[in-house]
């Protein structure tokens, strides 16, 4: 029989990464900035579009506010918009979601 062996503490050895509290600021800018190149770029995708359930509505834009004044997301005029969608949590949060496996097609 073997001896059990005993389990690192990591919340307490890495507690910038096992946070008690999620910033709501944006993470530090780092010299990598990752980018996928098109494969075509003339071909653009018709992304799809959701609605978010009314009720989620007041949570959902005070989301959108709230990421508005942290400097993640900004208003602007694209062709397309983001497919952006929630659903609620069971705790009464809601959880933000982006449907993106159709830009795999290029």
Do not use: W
């Not at 609620?88 to 933000?96: E, K, M, S």
């Amino acid at each position: 029989m073997t001896k059990p062996q005993e389990v690192p503490d990591f919340l307490a050895m890495f507690p910038k990464v096992f946070v008690t509290e999620v910033s709501e600021d944006l993470p530090p800018v780092h010299k990598i900035m990752h980018r996928i190149s098109l494969i075509d770029p003339t071909n653009l995708l018709k992304t799809p579009t959701f609605k978010a359930p009314q009720a989620l509505m007041p949570k959902y834009k005070a989301l959108i506010n709230k990421q508005i004044n942290a400097g993640i997301l900004h208003r602007t005029s694209v062709a397309e918009g983001a497919c952006m969608f929630v659903e609620a949590n069971l705790d009464g949060r809601i959880r933000p979601l982006v449907d993106l496996p159709f830009r795999n097609n290029n």
